[in-house]
T-cell receptor, first 110, second 119 residues
Framework: GQQVMQIPQYQHVQEGEDFTTYCNSS?????IQWYKQRPGGHPVFLIQ?????EVKKQKRLTFQFGEAKKNSSLHITATQTTDVGTYFC??????????FGKGTKLSVIP | GAVVSQHPSWVICKSGTSVKIECRSL??????MFWYRQFPKQSLMLMAT?????????EQGVEKDKFLINHASLTLSTLTVTSAHPEDSSFYIC???????????????FGPGTRLTVL
């Protein structure tokens, strides 16, 4: 898989605030996947982006894939305590092997 | 989504002993299974990839003689940590990939993980 850099590493937000995590690669990605891992749990697949400039929404979550297919973002509107966890962007790189970014750990203060 | 189980969920063993972890796909055939290791506060690191009926492919730096992987069927893969040492203590997670109704071809379904503590 191809290396992906993820920022920020940690984010603390007040409940109701928005949250964004960014994922960057120095090379063009064939696809990007996003996973969420709750504390003590295992990664759960959220979404896959394949097309240049693609935007997908899941309720309060908005996922974007850059035009050059080198970056991606996950935006959460009006965070809730249930959003707590670590969000990983994962490169599929055209193969089935996944390369995980370091993740962004989200804490939500009630 | 598809379900992957892992057993045991946690294990404590003495240094020098071997531990076997099972990963099962419960409602689909897993053509490929992956084993990851996750140290506290770190990301998942791929250890090896196994296809049913063939030898596993190990990532660089992972000792294949220490981490024995067997993928004997389309629903079961095992990871055996041989002669475990305290530095092997970690969270081991398997994932499985296969065709499911409505699933993406390269979506992976993760097991709940096994927490290994070596004393």
């Amino acid at each position: 898989g191809q290396q992906v850099m993820q920022i920020p590493q940690y984010q603390h937000v007040q409940e109701g605030e928005d949250f964004t995590t960014y994922c960057n690669s120095s090379t063009t990605l064939s696809n990007i996947q996003w996973y969420k891992q709750r504390p003590g749990g295992h990664p759960v697949f959220l979404i896959q982006l394949v097309k240049s400039g693609e935007v997908k929404k899941q309720k309060r979550l908005t996922f974007q894939f850059g035009e050059a297919k080198k970056n991606s973002s996950l935006h959460i509107t009006a965070t809730q305590t249930t959003d707590v966890g670590t969000y990983f962007c994962v490169s599929g790189a055209g193969s089935y092997q996944l390369t995980f970014g370091k993740g962004t750990k989200l804490s939500v203060i009630p | 989504g598809a379900v992957v189980s892992q057993h045991p969920s946690w294990v404590i063993c003495k240094s020098g002993t071997s531990v076997k972890i099972e990963c099962r796909s419960l409602d689909f055939q897993a053509t490929t299974m992956f084993w990851y290791r996750q140290f506290p506060k770190q990301s998942l690191m791929l250890m090896a990839t196994s296809n049913e009926g063939s030898k596993a492919t190990y990532e660089q730096g992972v000792e294949k003689d220490k981490f024995l992987i067997n993928h004997a069927s389309l629903t079961l893969s095992t990871l055996t940590v041989t002669s475990a040492h305290p530095e092997d203590s970690s969270f081991y997670i398997c994932s499985a990939r296969g065709r499911t109704s409505g699933g993406l071809w390269n979506e992976q379904f993760f097991g709940p993980g096994t927490r290994l503590t070596v004393l």
